[in-house]
């Protein structure tokens, strides 16, 4: 069974930054790729960014691109997000997901992970 555990989020002004950290432990199984999402009152889930196994292919979302950053330190299993110039639009839980089985190169379809954490809430102030 894989465990997958995010931290890092809070309350911060307008214009601040914070980052997240997702970690997976147990044996999520060769190469796998981690990904963001977010989920705001009343709205659906939301793809955020993501990162393949190697690292070397990111995506994000159209709303935040250019101002978000996914990293991963493989050895460790764990990825980052970095967010600057926040605004209160960003506020949502943000969810971290462990892509295992899933054959689709489609990274922003939720439906492709396998194992999600609890979210960690970050609320942006105006």
């Known amino acids: 069974q894989v465990q997958v555990e995010e931290s890092g989020g809070g309350l911060v002004p307008a214009g601040g930054s914070l980052t997240l950290r997702c970690a997976a432990s147990?044996?999520?199984?060769?190469?796998?790729?981690m990904g963001w999402f977010r989920q705001a009152p009343g709205k659906e889930r939301e793809f955020v960014a993501a990162?393949?196994?190697?690292?070397?292919?990111?995506y994000y979302a159209d709303s935040v691109k250019g101002r978000f950053t996914i990293s991963r330190d493989g050895a460790e299993n764990t990825v980052y997000l970095r967010m600057n110039s926040l605004n209160p639009a960003d506020t949502a839980v943000y969810y971290c997901?462990?892509?295992?089985?899933?054959?689709?190169?489609?990274?922003?379809?939720?439906?492709?992970?396998?194992?999600w954490g609890q979210g960690t809430q970050v609320t942006v102030s105006s």
């Open positions: 997901g462990v892509r295992v089985f899933s054959p689709s190169q489609d990274y922003s379809d939720h439906r492709g992970y396998d194992y």
């Open positions: 147990g044996r999520p199984g060769g190469r796998f790729g």
């Open positions: 990162i393949t196994w190697s690292g070397d292919s990111t």
